[in-house]
């Protein structure tokens, strides 16, 4: 399948700037476009016709954002040219390469979202522009040991449902949705755990590590910069603590009336949960991403879905991710999840106190 383009272009800021890469990024080695296309083409082919239509500043065409993720991994190490040209791992990178990975891929986003007509055009979260299949990890609830499920999910049931097993069922219902309209022609795979022909998809996290043993596995691969433990206040769910904080002092909390969290048996009345949203490569295939969707309870994890589905507040947290991160695909939230009256409230990112954590930061990484 060709490369798909993204938006219309209206300049060529990009194009210029890609050219400026390949011919003297690196001042002892000009590199062809076919040198750059077969290192790019680790995970997925392309051609170096593909990327002279990207360097045309007369008329140019927009790379996907994962190509230009690609353009930054390339150009972040001299390491790129030991041998022949080719893509060093992520994983090896080392952090002042990372930090200069982080700060070449925002400076092509930016100019991505310009050419395509400003920011407002750059940026659609849940729209993925390489046409390449999602797939929704969603929790297992048969993985649970304290859960009581009915008779209808056992398959051997006239009336067995798959669904009535799946954790998180209101922000999956939500998410599902919105991802087929955004993107009607992708293929959106819905699993409770996940093959090896789903791993190199765009994949969607929904939920924790409790009853997903997919999720807990795409953490240890990936040095999240937040993390859930078990806290004996808590027995309703893990909270959040930052990574490298000493014997988990730090910690995200939801809030509870009269600051009473109840009992396994019994929980307290939920005011506030804490959520996660989250974007990275994804580990299984660098040309797709990976996104959390995540919480210490359900009403962590609708709220961070419906941060960026509810037309309320979407625009607007399109707009702070936008500004924060400069269309990055690399960062991760924690915000706050009001719950009203047994309703969940989606958050505002820009209203005063609702982020609780982000990273990176700042240009240099540092965790606020």
């Given amino acids: ?23 003297s990024h690196f001042s002892d080695a000009k590199i062809t476009q076919l040198q750059l296309a077969q290192a790019l083409s680790k995970d997925e082919a392309v051609a170096d016709s593909t990327l002279s239509s990207w360097e045309n500043v007369k008329t140019p065409t927009l790379p996907p954002r994962s190509r230009l993720s690609a353009y930054a991994q390339f150009f972040a190490t001299e390491r790129s040219l030991d041998g022949e040209p080719h893509l060093v791992a992520l994983e090896e990178l080392t952090p002042e390469e990372q930090q200069a990975r982080d700060e070449l891929e925002r400076e092509l986003f930016k100019l991505r979202a310009e050419d395509a007509g400003g920011a407002s055009a750059g940026r659609r ?8 299949p999602i797939t929704v990890i969603c929790s297992d609830l048969r993985k649970s040991d304290e859960l009581v499920l009915g008779p209808l999910t056992e398959e051997d049931n006239p009336n067995y449902a798959e669904l009535y097993s799946y954790g998180d069922l209101d922000a999956l219902f939500d998410l ?6 955004t993107n ?12 090896n022909v789903d791993l190199p998809n765009h994949l969607v996290v929904l939920g924790g590590i409790a009853w997903n043993e997919v999720t807990r596995r795409l953490n240890d691969m990936l040095a999240l910069p937040i993390r859930q433990v078990e806290d004996v206040k808590i027995h309703s769910g ?13 910690q995200f909390l939801p809030r509870w009336r009269e600051d009473d969290p109840g009992t396994a048996e019994k929980p307290g009345v939920l005011l506030e949960d804490v959520g996660m949203l989250g ?20 009403r962590g994890v609708l709220g961070a879905v419906r ?35 047994g309703q969940t409230v989606s958050p505002s990112l820009k209203s005063p106190g609702t982020v609780l954590f982000q990273w990176p930061g700042n240009a240099s990484g540092e965790l606020t």
Wanted: charged share 25%; hydrophobic share 35%.
């Fill in 1 to 23: 399948m060709a490369e798909q383009s993204g938006p219309p272009v209206t300049g060529a800021s990009l194009a210029k700037r890609l050219r400026e890469l390949r011919r």
């Fill in 125 to 132: 979260f849940w729209r993925f522009d390489d046409d390449a």
């Fill in 176 to 181: 599902y949705g919105h991802l087929r309209a």
């Fill in 184 to 195: 009607p022609d992708i293929p959106v795979h819905i699993r409770r755990g996940t093959t």
């Fill in 238 to 250: 893990e909270v959040f603590v930052p990574a490298g904080n000493p014997d988990n002092r730090e």
């Fill in 279 to 298: 974007r990275l490569p994804n580990p299984y295939n660098a040309l797709r991403t990976l996104t959390y969707c995540n919480g210490i309870h359900s």
């Fill in 307 to 341: 941060c960026l589905t509810d037309p309320a507040v979407r625009e607007d947290n399109e707009g702070y991710l936008e500004e924060t991160f400069v269309g990055s695909d690399h960062f991760v939230i924690l915000m706050r999840v009001p719950v009203l009256g």
